[in-house]
């Protein structure tokens, strides 16, 4: 083993001992890192630099003779919903996240322009902008890119890296709203990214702050927090999503199947532009018949594409990849598992 190969290894175990795991190390550096270039001294500084960009850090710290790591700049991080017997290690996704965030903050060609506070009047605005049979993942997604707020999905970071289901990162320029549930269920991503929005029309999060939702599953769907900032969060994405505060859907037929229920959720959801997934999720929460909410969402989404392509479509489409070295944009096809159309 070479001098080399020993100061990148030590590089690789001071990361990974600080909570970055080795397969995570290796989903973030490029293509042309094979393992003849890691046994090149030359290129040692190289990749740790790229590692460092890539996670946040102070990259001169990981060439000292003992490295060390230290986050790139200081944040204000909120964590909400996390639930104590289910306590994730949240540092390396939080951190590429960041990472990330800024990156896509700086090629949106748009200026931001704050949401309006009322649940009610952005309804309006974004079925009045990007009309639809009901306020979907779809509108709620241009409506964000067009007041220059990114929305961007981060995929699977490796075996032992935990995420969160949600997180706004407020950069210096606008917020950047992250998904990051592993769920292809549009009605799901839509809950999440309608809370998220909140968040920020209600300003709970501030320029250099980030806010994570390390759990909206169902055992905290809506109004289940006591958390202030997360009550009032699902309070508006609830009026945002159905047009009214408190909504909540059950049915007299206790023994309605995921067929009846997703025509019935269709029916009324077309006929008050109400997404029919959300319409089923809401009654999964509520009567605590998951199974048959999610088997009807899924029926609802049929052979749509999956949310995260959504998601990551719109990103492609609506940043301006000619401001992007190619690294970079190899970047953002690993992390949020697409590539550039």
Request: charged share 20%.
């Amino acid at each position: 083993m070479t001098t080399s190969d020993r100061q990148i290894d030590i590089i690789f175990d001071s990361l990974e001992s600080a909570g970055f795991p080795r397969s995570l190390q290796s989903m973030l550096l490029p293509d042309w890192v094979t393992p003849e270039v890691l046994s090149d001294a030359a290129t040692s500084s190289e990749i740790a630099t790229i590692l460092a960009k890539r996670l946040g850090l102070r990259a001169t710290l990981l060439f000292a003779t003992s490295p060390r790591v230290e986050s790139l700049r200081r944040r204000d991080i909120k964590y909400k919903r996390s639930i104590p017997s289910k306590s994730k290690n949240l540092k390396a996704a939080s951190s590429i996240a960041v990472s990330f965030a800024e990156s896509v903050a700086s090629v949106c060609p748009l200026e931001f322009r704050p949401f309006v506070g009322s649940a009610d009047a952005l309804r309006k605005e974004v079925l009045a902008s990007f009309p639809g049979n009901w306020l979907g993942l779809r509108n709620l997604l241009m409506t964000c890119w067009s007041h220059g707020v990114p929305v961007v999905y981060l995929a699977e970071l490796g075996m032992g890296v935990a995420k969160m289901d949600g997180m706004v990162v407020y950069t210096h320029s606008r917020p950047v709203i992250i998904l990051s549930k592993a769920s292809q269920l549009w009605a799901w991503q839509l809950f999440i990214l309608a809370h998220e929005v909140a968040h920020v029309a209600l300003e709970h999060v501030a320029p250099g702050e980030i806010l994570v939702d390390d759990e909206l599953s169902e055992n905290f769907y809506a109004l289940k927090d006591k958390d202030s900032d997360e009550y009032a969060a699902d309070m508006f994405a609830i009026e945002l999503l159905n047009g009214r505060t408190n909504a909540t859907y059950t049915t007299s037929e206790d023994r309605l199947n995921f067929r009846e229920l997703a025509e019935v959720a269709f029916q009324f959801g077309k006929a008050n532009h109400i997404d029919p997934g959300h319409i089923v999720l809401n009654f999964a929460n509520h009567t605590g018949k998951w199974d048959v909410g999610v088997a009807a969402a899924k029926l609802l989404q049929a052979d749509n594409p999956s949310a995260p392509e959504v998601i990551n479509e719109a990103m492609w489409r609506e940043i301006d990849t000619k401001l992007l070295p190619q690294d970079t944009i190899e970047f953002f096809g690993r992390v949020t598992g697409s590539h550039r159309g």
